[in-house]
């Protein structure tokens, strides 16, 4: 696998562009089926989990890593409203913070990525924060 | 299921150090991870490849940690009403391999209560079936 370059502080603030999400039924209920989840409006797709953004996939230039290295450490989302089919949300990742920390396995680097989703009239719907850390 | 379990709860039942009930998932297979990857995206090999995981020194695959909060996730769908989760942040600590029976579980840390809407901060984490925690976290939720 390539080795990606090191990633260092000055990436904070460094953002995707902005891309838009369709909120799909059927990828609502595809993703209920795969948790077993067993929440109504979610099997029928009407209401996306709380889990749900973690499908809208964007990537920050510059921002790369070996996939093999990477743990996920933390996850958070918030709602103003929650998720609903045929919502379509604009979202954008930045990067929050970059530092460096010695662990048991040597040095480890932690990515910290902040994520927004707004409605079309430009309201937030929710926030979204990775924690990734990489060895 | 029916739901939401907590809406019909009197708020002494909601106090502070309240212990909510468990939701226990059905064991984590191979072929939930190889679905949960294409449903959510996440195609890391780690979780749905046994060489890639050797690769990288694992024994096997090992669950998405999304997985384990998206059962979370569930837990407050199924709690207080898909339509009332304010927030959802956990730590990921510890690997889920598949066979592992996952617990969801959680107690009340705070309730308030506004114009007779009642939010809740709830400490909520999965389990395995050794009693271990594996994901670990906070919630809120607005419960009418």
């Known amino acids: 696998m390539d080795h990606s370059p090191a990633l260092t502080s000055d990436l904070i603030g460094r953002e995707s562009e902005v891309v838009l999400f369709e909120v799909e039924r059927g990828a609502i209920r595809k993703f209920a089926d795969a948790v077993q989840d067993q929440t109504s409006a979610c099997v029928r ?3 996306a989990p709380p889990t749900f953004p ?3 996939r964007m990537t920050i230039p510059g921002v790369s890593f070996d996939l093999a290295r990477v743990l996920h450490g933390a ?3 918030q709602y103003e409203r929650p998720l609903r089919a045929g919502d379509r949300v604009r979202c954008r990742v930045r990067v929050a913070d970059v530092y460096h920390r010695q662990g048991r396995l040597g040095e480890m680097t932690f990515l910290i990525l902040a994520m927004e989703g707004q409605d ?7 926030t979204g924060t990775t924690t990734a850390i990489l060895r | 299921m029916i739901g939401p379990v907590l809406a019909a709860r009197p708020d002494q039942d909601l ?6 009930p468990d939701l226990r998932k059905p064991p984590i297979t191979k072929m939930q991870l190889v679905k949960y990857a294409g449903a959510s995206g996440d195609y890391n090999l780690i979780h749905t490849d046994d060489e890639t995981a050797r690769t990288v020194g694992l024994d096997g695959v090992i669950a998405h940690g999304m997985l384990s909060m998206a059962f979370l996730g569930e837990y407050l769908c199924w709690l207080a009403g898909p339509e009332s989760v304010r927030r959802i942040s956990v730590r990921f600590v510890a690997m889920v391999r598949p066979g592992d029976t996952l617990t969801c579980r959680g107690r009340v840390k ?3 209560t506004s114009n007779a809407v009642r939010r809740l901060r709830l400490e909520v984490w999965t389990e395995n ?3 271990e ?5 906070e919630a809120e939720v607005e419960i009418t």
């Open chain 2, 133 to 137: 925690r594996v994901t670990v976290g």
């Open chain 2, 110 to 112: 705070e309730r308030r």
């Open chain 2, 15 to 20: 106090d502070s150090g309240s212990v909510l």
């Open chain 1, 45 to 47: 797709g009407d209401v």
């Open chain 1, 120 to 126: 079309e009239s430009g309201s937030r719907v929710f």
């Open chain 1, 54 to 56: 973690t499908t809208f």
């Open chain 2, 129 to 131: 079936q050794r009693a």
């Open chain 1, 75 to 77: 996850q958070e989302y």
